[in-house]
Structure formats: C-alpha cells, structure tokens
C-alpha cells in the first residue's frame, strides 16, 4: 500500500494573502481522518469525496484507521487507500472508534486532524473551509465542528420524531458561533463524523475517552462532545461553522423503531459516563429522581412490542430514562457494599447486566456475537 509523507513540512505554509504584511496568516495543515470497521464500500464512497477536493491532493493527507477489520477487508482497504497519492492505511487490533481515533491523532503530524465517518461524503471544498475557517480565528480553536446533511438509503419513516433527526448525527442548522453560548442553538454538539480538533492539544489531554465510542451494535456514544468540552473547558475555543460540510449517508436498518430505542437507551448511559468523566458526577445526582419519575411513568409503554411505532414518543424517553438510571445506579466501580451488591443483583435478572461493565475486552466480545 501507499505510504503518504505526513510530515509538517510535506504540507502547505503558505500564507492568506493580504497587503498588509502584519496580517498575514498561516494556513493550519489538516490532515483528514477514516476510522472504520469492516465497511470497505462506505469508504470507498468517501475516499473519492476526499480525492476530489478544490485544494488539490497535495494540500493535505489522509489517514485511514483500519479498526479490527477482518483479513480480506484489510486488503481490499489497502488496495482503495492505495489510489490516492496522499493517503496511507493503519490498523488498529484494538476495538473501538476512540481508540482508532486516537491512533490516528498520534500517528500525524499535521496542525489538525479532520475526522469523518467512513460513511461521511465530504463537500468538494471541506478542506478548503476548514483551512480558511480556522485561519480566520485568532488563536486556532481547540474544536471545529460544520454542518452535516443526511444522504437517506431509506426515506425517513413519517413516524421518525423531528426532534431526533440529531441521533442520526445529522446538523441542519447554517450560522457560526462558540458551542455552548447563544451564539448557536442549545443543545448544538460537535460530531465525529465532520469533527475537527487541534491535534496537539488533544494528545496532551489523553484523546478521546475510550472507555467510549462505538463497539459493534453497542451504541455507547459522546466521545466527541466529550473532547470539545473538556478542550474547551481548558481555555481553547470550541467552534462551530456551517461552511464546513459533509453528507452523511444515513443507513436503512437505522430506519426502525428498534434501532431508534437502543440508540435513546444507550444515550441516557453516555449522558451519566460523559458528566462523570468530565468531573460533573453531581450533576448525574440531580437528575436522577426526574430520571426515575420518567420511568416510572412510561413504564406500561414498555409493553407494546419493540417494532411497533404506537406511543413512540412515551417509549423513547422511557428508554433514555432507563439508559441514565441504570448507568447512574450500576456504576463502573469494581468494589461495592452489601447494599449496592444487592441493588446490582436487582438491577441484573438472570444474571445478565442491564449495562455492561465498561471493559473494553468484554464489551468487544459481546458486540461480536451474532444477533438473537
């Protein structure tokens, strides 16, 4: 496979030109980052994205992480990352989309590092605006997050409740402004699948939580809102501008009624690992009563069966609450009273945890057995 130069000194200096020599700024080297497991055709669909950028192959690199794949699937992504001059091909024997991330992050050398979603389609100019927008802020931000368009393989069912368009990491909204002020609209977060960060400070930070992301059909998620506040949280900017854009391709078997309550559930357990992580755990405190309440009041919906669409909007939020309540009440820790052993035991029929422990081997075995 082709091994693209990824030094600084490979990638574009020059300056945004300007009349006034003491306004002369220098372009922030990018380089765009894959992360993907067992999905050649998605990446091949963004690969060309990326090959035909106005910025020329030459301004940029690209890293593909090959996360876990199976042996032919490496191959055939040896072979795709083969075709472009700037692009090379890693692999990561570890699962999940944090830790690729991270490899990635540690493995260029660039000012930034891009990431999109293997089923991601970026714009023509998408390098062209990140470059031009991170240029105009003064310092750099920490995070740069732009607006991303659903490309549907299915219409979106008419039962899909509008206000959860987000879940499908889908960002509609044109405008610019720092993420948690009322400069952009409450509730706006970074996504990975069009997510820029600066790549030296988030090393310094740790990367990405990959106690995190993505493993399978486990839909444990927020591992980038997560990087945005805490890079944020430590003095740099957390940007959001609409000109920088991608298409996401939205897949069909998300179009179910199924995936939308596991993907809610796993949510409300994300909400309690993120505001732990963070340093935030009072805030998990707070809310659980609310948490609890909303469980208990949506409970009988929980006897419809899982495909129907009938009191979809009573069933989503009883499965986000029981995501939260279940993460906030089971925890992480290893040790626990009598008490809390009992509560677990509780919490857990069968034997089964509601919530896995967050064990990066037991959650990578568990998301490769096949579907009941």
């Given at each position: 496979m082709h091994t693209a130069a990824s030094t600084q000194d490979d990638m574009p200096q020059a300056p945004v030109r300007s009349s006034d020599p003491a306004t002369l700024v220098q372009v922030p080297s990018v380089t765009?980052?894959?992360?993907?497991h067992n999905r050649p055709h998605?990446?091949?669909s963004c690969l060309e994205s990326l090959r035909q950028q106005t910025v020329g192959l030459d301004a940029f690199d690209i890293i593909v992480v090959d996360s876990c794949s199976s042996a032919d699937v490496n191959v055939e992504l040896g072979v795709l990352v083969a075709t472009m001059p700037n692009a090379k091909l890693l692999r990561i024997d570890r699962p999940g989309a944090s830790a690729a991330r991270n490899y990635g992050a540690a493995t260029s050398t660039a000012d930034f590092i891009a990431y999109i979603d293997d089923d991601g389609l970026a714009m023509p100019d998408w390098i062209e605006q990140i470059q031009r927008v991170l240029a105009e802020q003064?310092?750099?931000?920490?995070?740069?997050g732009g607006r991303v368009l659903p490309v549907w393989e299915a219409p979106l069912p008419g039962w899909w409740p509008q206000d959860l368009r987000g879940v499908l990491s889908i960002i509609e909204w044109e405008g610019r402004g720092e993420f948690r002020t009322t400069a952009v609209p409450a509730g706006l977060e970074p996504y990975g699948v069009n997510m820029v960060v600066q790549r030296q400070p988030l090393l310094e930070m740790g990367g990405f939580a990959e106690r995190l992301g993505r493993f399978g059909r486990l839909l444990l998620s927020d591992e980038d809102v997560q990087v945005g506040w805490r890079l944020q949280d430590r003095g740099f900017s957390a940007w959001y501008d609409s000109r920088v854009l991608v298409r996401h391709q939205i897949q069909a078997v998300r179009m179910c009624p199924e995936w939308l309550l596991d993907r809610l559930y796993w949510q409300g357990a994300s909400a309690v690992a993120t505001r732990?992580?963070?340093?935030?755990?009072?805030?998990?405190?707070?809310?659980?009563?609310?948490?609890?309440?909303?469980?208990?009041?949506?409970?009988?919906?929980?006897?419809?069966?899982?495909?129907?669409?009938?009191l979809l909007g009573l069933r989503w939020r009883l499965a986000y609450a029981r995501g939260f309540t279940r993460?906030?009440?089971?925890?992480?820790?290893?040790k626990r009273t009598l008490p809390q052993r009992i509560w677990r035991a509780l919490l857990q029929p069968g034997g089964q945890p509601v919530i896995p422990t967050l064990d990066i081997g037991a959650r990578a075995r568990e998301a490769a057995e096949p579907p009941q």
């Open positions: 765009a980052c894959i992360v993907t998605y990446v091949r003064r310092p750099w931000p920490g995070v740069l732990r992580i963070l340093g935030a755990p009072q805030t998990v405190w707070k809310e659980l009563p609310r948490r609890l309440i909303v469980e208990v009041l949506t409970l009988p919906a929980s006897l419809l069966p899982k495909q129907s669409t009938v993460m906030a009440l089971m925890g992480e820790q290893r």
